[in-house]
């Protein structure tokens, strides 16, 4: 099966979860015996295009012009169409971030396909594809097969892993035919929060709940979170009270993650919480009461109070981490 | 302005979900079900849209006979009419899309809401899935939106670590995200006038399957993890794990 990917790069710099994809991709075109082609799209990005040959790609079609310096849904979408048509491709590939999540459906609609979105499992078997998705926030995995004849695939962030497996591509212009249409909605300014990862995209994640007792004290999460440069999330109930933005709310109506280490700071464990952080590959969980629904879940606790727990495992840290 | 809402009718966030014997559903038992919370997001950003610029909101749902209780959500929030597309079988997100396309279609709306995602599939997609179709702009995400009187609108989206400005011409899709605004609750007045407004039930239009479901299942069960300790002197035995064991840090 031939695969084409679009590999996400924001001011000429890609994404982790771009890596991520063009492995991917790589891997389901050497189970299939198929090419792996990724495709790029932005202002002054052919300087980077040659970065995804480390990843498995061996053709990077890139589009380069002054109309596609700032992002817009319906173009970047149908320059995948077309690039899909013209390469015949079997599978489009995408990292699930919130632009993949934006584009996929308008790619899926411009070559009759069906999508299986923010996959977290994806295996060749014979000429299908079997992808694994979550549901219910996390609370059942559902395993899919799309059937039309050509697919779309959208994965996780931060749950396949880049496999650096060196080789060259060869990099081409791609004159991608874009109308006004396709620039209707367009963006036009970025602010960026913190400086810190997104909770959606981070390998580590320091949360906090009620347990803080109040906004004044989330400084704890935040040193933490600095020292191991991990992304801060919340609970509902922190986010309600307004203590943090809703952009750090981690469970069932806020962001699901999957971070290597998540660390739940005075949070008791809601079902709704539970369900957005319990496939993190470990947990940590630091609250007074031994009864919390956390600890059932957790890998290694500390029954024990934040505000004495946090401030030491801080400083221990900052040292064996030579900061 | 004509103002469109879609929403959908979720098993409410405390389930605890079951598998059904078919091994591709939930078990419905002891279910509580509820309007989608992204989806009450567009509800109330279509309601305060009609009050800005006079106009008429109407909701869709596409679903069973007990989608009908959460279109009388709707209509006791304020919205004009409601329709009920009717299919009892489960379909998949283009399913869901081509049905509420062809509905919108006859309707002709100058901005057409959605939840960023229903959180039973998690999927995502059925609002930019409807934009295609239609031929129109989406934008999702949206966490502020400001309707101009001439035909365009300013969102902010959220992005990983960040949001973004996005500019878009009328009509136009838009999936909302928590934050949009502070839904209304259903006053009793909005509750009683509710009843008198009616609920107008169609087919929905057939569309073939293009995801099927093969399997579902409950995620393996953790194992049980270890207490470290219960003050700070647990500290450097919990890093030694994460270090060595875990090899996290």
Redesign the interface.
């Known amino acids: 099966m031939n695969i084409l990917v679009f590999a996400e790069q924001r001011d000429s710099k890609f994404k982790k979860s771009a890596f991520e994809a063009v492995s991917t991709g790589r891997t389901l075109a050497d189970q299939s015996g198929g090419t792996c082609t990724a495709i790029v799209i932005g202002h002054n990005v052919t300087g980077i295009a040659a970065e995804l040959a480390a990843y498995g790609a061996t053709e990077v079609l890139v589009v380069d012009s002054p109309r596609t310096e700032q992002h817009a849904g319906g173009a970047w979408a149908a320059a995948i169409v077309q690039a899909a048509k013209a390469g015949r491709a079997d599978i489009v590939l995408l990292s699930a971030t919130q632009m993949g999540k934006d584009i996929a459906p308008r790619i899926a609609v411009g070559l009759d396909a069906g999508l299986g979105a923010d996959c977290t499992a994806l295996r060749v078997e014979n000429s299908d594809v079997i992808a694994s998705r979550p549901i219910y926030a996390g609370k059942a995995i559902t395993e899919i097969k799309v059937k039309t004849p050509v697919k779309v695939f959208s994965i996780r962030p931060n749950v396949f892993s880049v496999k650096n497996t060196g080789g060259t591509a060869a990099v081409k212009p791609f004159n991608a035919e874009l109308t006004d249409a396709d620039f209707a909605a367009v963006v036009t300014g970025t602010k960026v929060a913190s400086g810190r990862p997104d909770v959606a995209e981070a390998d580590i994640i320091v949360s906090g709940g009620r347990g803080l007792k109040g906004p004044e004290h989330y400084h704890l999460i935040e040193e933490l979170a600095d020292v191991l440069h991990a992304g801060v999330g919340a609970s509902r109930a922190v986010v309600d009270a307004g203590w943090r933005q809703h952009d750090e709310q981690v469970g069932q109506t806020g962001k699901t993650v999957s971070p290597s280490l998540y660390i739940a700071c005075g949070i008791s464990g809601a079902v709704q919480h539970l369900a957005g952080m319990s496939s993190s590959k470990y947990i940590v969980a630091i609250n007074k009461d031994k009864d919390a629904p956390i600890f059932q879940i957790a890998d290694y606790g500390i029954v024990g109070d934040v505000f004495e727990i946090l401030p030491e495992l801080t400083s221990r840290l900052k040292e064996t981490l030579g900061q | 302005m004509k103002i469109a809402v879609c929403i959908n009718h979720v098993?409410d966030?405390?389930?605890?979900?079951k598998?059904a014997g078919d091994n591709?559903s939930?078990d419905k038992a002891g279910v509580n079900y509820m309007l989608s919370?992204?989806d009450e997001f567009g509800i109330e950003e279509a309601l305060r849209l009609r009050e800005k610029f006079t106009g008429e909101v109407v909701a869709i749902s596409l679903g069973g006979d007990a989608n009908k209780d959460t279109l009388r959500k709707a209509l006791a929030m304020g919205v004009d009419k409601a329709v009920h597309l009717k299919d009892d079988a489960v379909r998949?997100?283009?399913g869901v899309?081509f049905a509420l396309a062809e509905e919108l279609k006859a309707y002709g709306p100058e901005i057409i809401f959605f939840g960023k995602q229903s959180?039973?599939?998690?999927?995502?997609?059925v609002g930019?899935?409807v934009?295609?179709?239609l031929?129109?702009?989406?934008?999702?995400?949206v966490?502020k939106l400001e309707v101009g009187g001439d035909g365009t609108a300013?969102c902010e989206?959220?992005?990983?670590?960040?949001?973004?400005?996005?500019?878009?011409?009328l009509p136009?899709v838009i999936t909302a995200?928590?934050?949009l605004n502070e839904p209304r609750y259903p006053s009793l007045k909005g509750i009683m006038a509710a009843k008198n407004k009616p609920i107008e039930t169609k087919s929905a239009a057939a569309a073939t399957?293009?995801?099927?479901?093969?399997?579902?299942?409950?995620?393996p069960a953790?194992s049980?993890?270890?207490?470290?300790?219960?003050?700070?002197s647990?500290?450097?035995e919990?890093?030694r794990?994460?270090?060595e064991e875990?090899k996290?840090?």
């Open positions: 098993p966030t405390e389930t605890k979900i598998v591709v939930i919370p992204y998949d997100s283009f899309a959180i039973d599939y998690d999927n995502g997609q930019t899935l934009a295609a179709m031929g129109l702009p989406s934008v999702n995400v966490v300013v989206r959220e992005i990983e670590g960040g949001h973004e400005t996005v500019q878009v011409k136009a995200q928590k934050g399957v293009r995801v099927e479901t093969l399997s579902m299942k409950r995620p953790k049980a993890g270890k207490i470290v300790g219960t003050d700070k647990a500290v450097p919990l890093i794990l994460l270090h875990a996290v840090i």
